[in-house]
């Protein structure tokens, strides 16, 4: 309760506090600790991300933008080095091949939601792991695999880091993900929990779930998305991470320099809908619950592709 009404402090009345107040709010909040020398630079930094949350809240509260922002874990660095956590994706067309072809436009649910299809897990945080595709495909995994058995099980994202070496979250290596689980299947979570040892440590004896294939939909398409999400489940995607997800907490995101063709991070689609005339993707992350909306984002949906949240999206089905 105490970290709770911590985080609601610092996200939603940091503008009644004194910079010094939020810092310690901070510090505490997320287990911020700094050499002497450190301090009084972070502790600028944060004052200047402050103001820019601030600046950018006027604009929400008078109606000019669509989603808030606040005090998060990261608001302690500059925009570069937020940026310098996500490294460029690059994307190979030739996996983008497949429509959703049995389904019509007119059979698409208005919005639909899996968390409350009991299909997502809760959602977790990478961390040290880094590793964002192996969340990414993980949730795809899990979702499918819900589906089809009327079970939930949270998967190892280290099963897949342990033993798919090179870059885990460039598109390939998401490929090589599905691949792996389509082949060896995967450990839970439980039988393969997260440590500092990196050698691979799968068991053919205790794989909690295994695919039967998994699907690129059609590139940039996001009607094709829309309907995989509706009939597939929920669908490991790409996206560009722009400055203000930074301090993403709540609202629509919707930012006109979050273009299609600089991916650089992998999330979890698992829903869409429409609010107040804006459409908008719900996406599950993997930055921890006390980002964001609990973990989630959403996003626009149907202004030109925006993020690229359309241009590499995968199913999975079991």
């Not at 500059?78 to 007119?106: D, R």
Request: glycine share 6%.
């Amino acid at each position: 309760m105490k970290l709770f009404v911590a985080i609601y402090l610092i996200i939603h009345i940091v503008t009644a506090l004194s910079d010094k107040e939020a810092w310690k709010i901070f510090k505490d909040t997320y287990g911020k600790s700094y050499t002497l020398l450190e301090e009084p630079n972070r502790f600028r930094v944060f004052q200047v991300n402050l103001q820019r949350i601030q600046c950018h809240n006027k604009r929400f509260e008078a109606g000019q933008s669509s989603y808030k922002l606040g005090v998060t874990e990261f608001t302690d660095l500059t925009s570069l080095e937020f940026l310098a956590k996500f490294k460029p994706i690059k994307i190979n067309a030739s996996n983008n091949e497949s429509n959703i072809q049995q389904h019509t436009i007119g059979d698409l649910p208005d919005e639909i939601d899996w968390r409350e299809k009991g299909a997502v897990t809760e959602v977790k945080d990478q961390g040290a792991l880094g590793a964002c595709g192996a969340f990414s495909v993980t949730g795809a995994v899990e979702g499918a695999n819900l589906i089809s058995t009327g079970t939930l099980i949270s998967l190892s994202e280290k099963n897949l880091v342990d033993c798919i070496k090179t870059n885990s979250c460039d598109a390939d290596w998401i490929t090589r993900a599905f691949e792996y689980i389509e082949n060896k299947g995967i450990m839970s979570e439980d039988d393969y929990p997260a440590t500092s040892d990196d050698t691979c440590k799968y068991n053919a004896s205790q794989v909690a779930a295994k695919i039967k294939s998994f699907t690129y939909i059609k590139q940039d398409d996001e009607l094709e998305l829309q309907k995989a999400v509706a009939f597939k489940g929920p669908i490991s995607v790409i996206i560009n991470v722009t400055p203000n997800f930074q301090f993403y907490v709540s609202g629509i995101f919707d930012d006109e320099n979050c273009i299609p063709d600089q991916l650089n991070h992998s999330a979890l689609v698992v829903g869409y809908g429409i609010s107040n005339g804006k459409y908008y993707w719900i996406v599950k992350n993997s930055w921890g619950a006390s980002w964001g909306m609990d973990g989630y984002i959403l996003m626009s949906r149907n202004k030109n592709n925006q993020c690229g949240i359309a241009k590499s999206a995968v199913y999975a089905t079991v």
